[in-house]
């Protein structure tokens, strides 16, 4: 998830966000997304390492706001 296989099917894509066509299954929060998916991906890594990631997390959360769409966040920052 995440990629496509060619560049017409993520223009497409785009363009359906945009729009406000967004999937169910896109309506991921950044705050989900780093707690349900990143997080947990790096569980096999050292203590220390996965203290730093899950301090990271909640700093990027803190910031950016937690009910922040994860595709409306990716989608600024390709965009901006």
């Known amino acids: 998830a995440g990629t496509f296989a060619?560049?017409?099917?993520?223009?497409?894509?785009?363009?359906?966000?945009?729009s406000g066509g967004v999937p169910e299954t896109l309506k991921v929060t950044v705050a989900d997304f780093l707690r349900d998916e990143w997080l947990p991906s790096k569980a096999e890594r050292a203590p220390a390492t996965r203290n730093k990631y899950e301090w990271a997390a909640q700093r990027i959360i803190g910031a950016i706001g937690g009910g922040l769409g994860i595709v409306a966040f990716l989608a600024t920052r390709a965009l901006g």
């Open 6 to 18: 060619t560049q017409r099917e993520a223009q497409v894509r785009l363009a359906a966000v945009i």
